[in-house]
């Protein structure tokens, strides 16, 4: 199947990839992402010594046992104030977050003597090759993720205005918006209701290990966020605040703020504008056609620096979370929770996959293969902002994709469509029920799959924010925000595999409008 793009040339739907970008990148970035996985794996706790992590381990324990001892005194008279079995289960709780104490304090000890161990050995050979090789991972890291985000506010404005300006009528831009909201909301639906069905299946939550959970001071807790308030704020921005939400005072300082949401919504405005001046807006917009053939050849350099970056990002995460005994430990303590996510994410994934056979038109094998680049980038950064513009050179030329739909399906799909982010907190939050005893009824479970599917609206495109809205749906729910820091420990790894289902959609969802919408 063929048809004309912007210039009037035949371009074919089954695109095998782009010039310089094909096999031979795609080998790059695996090897680098294995590569980054086996230095953080067997040098990280090295790395992760020679950089103080002890140090910092001990903090964040020391931190928690405050935190134990105030909830098992809000257990303790939260049960003196129920009855019968619901009392005797906060007494429990109380007891048994008491017991973790002793156990902390144990972990401290332990910890204290690698601290030790590292300050005696901090002058020797291996631990400055450590602390060298992680210093310089972490700088080619660094440069590639803030490359990619230094791309996304140009790549963005010019891609929504091409994308607009392209239709014509500005008719088509209302029914454009109309379908792609519409994908993004039912897929988004669909990916939550799958991962309550698995996490009542297989109840990882029951019998889960929380000794070391903490509260990390960076997530809001149920007093200082509430979902109406947040669902405004996406939308009118908080107050004092004159860059944020989707209609800010100050376009500029929106766009210092990376806030994507507002740039999408004023490149709307501006490219519809744009469609109704006649001729005196041609030369603005082949400026802005221009502009964006520019920034895409400038993300086909980034493209080439794309394996030592991510090899730099992987292996410093692995690193900085104590290396691989570290992130193995964690995995077996929470190996159903993990099982349940990972599993999760792939039956979602097969479900989009039947979606683009469907309604895309596409072979879902060689169209995933063709956008391979961008997931690993998306599972490398665990960013789909920062992931955009790779996403955007993958569907457009690896899939043929026309530039009108990537240009406005992909930018608006980075910032509101988060299948995997909604699927995870779903997941997350039963899972915290049953760990801490908390039966949900079905009204419950309802209220979970509208405020989670709502919820992954407002997580921008950034990494972690999944935490932060999952504390909408544990208050909705009634449940304590504390649950939260018993995933935390494994919650990098999980935001790298739900970041890869977000670009996944998004990518998925460009195809689907362009062969039902703006064709």
């Known amino acids: 199947?063929?048809?004309?793009?912007?210039?009037?040339?035949?371009?074919?739907?089954?695109?095998?990839?782009?010039?310089?970008?094909?096999?031979?990148?795609?080998?790059?970035?695996?090897?680098?992402?294995?590569?980054?996985?086996?230095?953080?794996?067997?040098?990280?706790?090295?790395?992760?010594?020679?950089?103080?992590?002890?140090?910092?381990?001990?903090?964040?324990?020391?931190?928690?046992?405050?935190?134990?001892?105030?909830?098992?005194?809000?257990?303790?008279?939260?049960?003196?104030?129920?009855?019968?079995?619901?009392?005797?289960?906060?007494?429990?709780?109380?007891?048994?977050?008491?017991?973790?104490?002793?156990?902390?304090?144990?972990?401290?000890?332990?910890?204290?003597?690698?601290?030790?161990?590292?300050?005696?050995?901090?002058?020797?050979?291996?631990?400055?090759?450590?602390?060298?090789?992680?210093?310089?991972?972490?700088?080619?890291?660094?440069?590639?993720?803030?490359?990619?985000?230094?791309?996304?506010?140009?790549?963005?404005?010019?891609?929504?205005?091409?994308?607009?300006?392209?239709?014509?009528?500005?008719?088509?831009?209302?029914?454009?918006?109309?379908?792609?909201?519409?994908?993004?909301?039912?897929?988004?639906?669909?990916?939550?209701?799958?991962?309550?069905?698995?996490?009542?299946?297989?109840?990882?939550?029951?019998?889960?290990?929380?000794?070391?959970?903490?509260?990390?001071?960076?997530?809001?807790?149920?007093?200082?966020?509430?979902?109406?308030?947040?669902?405004?704020?996406?939308?009118?921005?908080?107050?004092?605040?004159?860059?944020?939400?989707?209609?800010?005072?100050?376009?500029?300082?929106?766009?210092?703020?990376?806030?994507?949401?507002?740039?999408?919504?004023?490149?709307?405005?501006?490219?519809?504008?744009?469609?109704?001046?006649?001729?005196?807006?041609?030369?603005?917009?082949?400026?802005?056609n221009a502009t964006n053939e520019v920034v895409m050849k400038m993300v086909g350099l980034v493209i080439w620096f794309a394996p030592l970056g991510i090899y730099g990002l992987v292996a410093t995460k692995i690193a900085e979370n104590g290396g691989g005994d570290a992130f193995i430990t964690e995995l077996f303590r929470l190996g159903k929770y993990v099982a349940a996510v990972c599993l999760g994410l792939a039956l979602h994934s097969l479900v989009l996959c039947g979606i683009l056979s469907v309604f895309g038109k596409r072979n879902p094998i060689i169209y995933t293969y063709n956008i391979l680049r961008a997931l690993l980038t998306a599972f490398s950064t665990s960013s789909s902002s920062a992931t955009l513009p790779i996403s955007i050179e993958c569907v457009e030329d690896n899939n043929k994709v026309s530039s009108r739909s990537a240009g406005f399906v992909l930018p608006l799909g980075a910032t509101v469509n988060m299948d995997g982010t909604a699927l995870y907190e779903a997941v997350a939050v039963i899972f915290i029920a049953q760990a801490l005893g908390i039966k949900l009824a079905l009204g419950q479970l309802i209220v979970v799959f509208l405020t989670a599917t709502l919820a992954a609206i407002g997580a921008a495109g950034i990494p972690q924010a999944g935490l932060v809205t999952m504390v909408m749906v544990l208050t909705a729910v009634g449940i304590p925000t504390s649950g939260i820091g018993t995933i935390l420990a494994i919650d990098w790894f999980l935001d790298r595999l739900r970041t890869t289902v977000n670009v996944f959609g998004d990518t998925i969802g460009a195809a689907v409008i362009d062969a039902n919408v703006t064709t």
């Open 1 to 288: 199947m063929s048809r004309t793009n912007d210039s009037g040339t035949a371009e074919q739907h089954s695109g095998t990839g782009a010039k310089g970008h094909g096999l031979d990148g795609l080998i790059g970035i695996l090897i680098s992402i294995v590569v980054g996985a086996l230095v953080g794996v067997f040098y990280g706790r090295t790395m992760w010594l020679a950089t103080e992590g002890p140090t910092r381990a001990i903090a964040r324990l020391e931190k928690t046992i405050p935190q134990k001892e105030q909830l098992a005194d809000d257990y303790q008279r939260q049960s003196g104030n129920a009855v019968g079995e619901e009392g005797d289960r906060l007494q429990r709780e109380a007891e048994r977050i008491r017991g973790h104490i002793p156990k902390i304090e144990q972990e401290i000890s332990r910890l204290q003597l690698l601290q030790q161990q590292a300050q005696q050995n901090r002058q020797t050979t291996s631990y400055w090759v450590a602390s060298l090789v992680h210093t310089l991972s972490q700088f080619f890291g660094d440069i590639f993720l803030q490359t990619l985000k230094l791309l996304v506010i140009p790549l963005v404005v010019t891609s929504m205005i091409c994308g607009i300006t392209s239709l014509g009528d500005i008719r088509k831009v209302g029914r454009l918006g109309g379908w792609t909201l519409a994908y993004y909301f039912s897929t988004t639906a669909i990916a939550v209701f799958i991962g309550i069905v698995l996490v009542l299946a297989m109840q990882p939550g029951t019998g889960a290990d929380d000794t070391f959970a903490y509260v990390d001071e960076s997530v809001p807790t149920s007093e200082n966020a509430s979902a109406l308030q947040m669902l405004l704020d996406v939308v009118r921005g908080r107050r004092g605040e004159p860059g944020s939400g989707m209609f800010p005072s100050n376009i500029f300082l929106a766009a210092s703020e990376t806030n994507v949401l507002a740039l999408i919504v004023f490149a709307l405005v501006f490219g519809g504008a744009l469609t109704t001046v006649g001729d005196h807006g041609r030369v603005v917009i082949d400026f802005f």
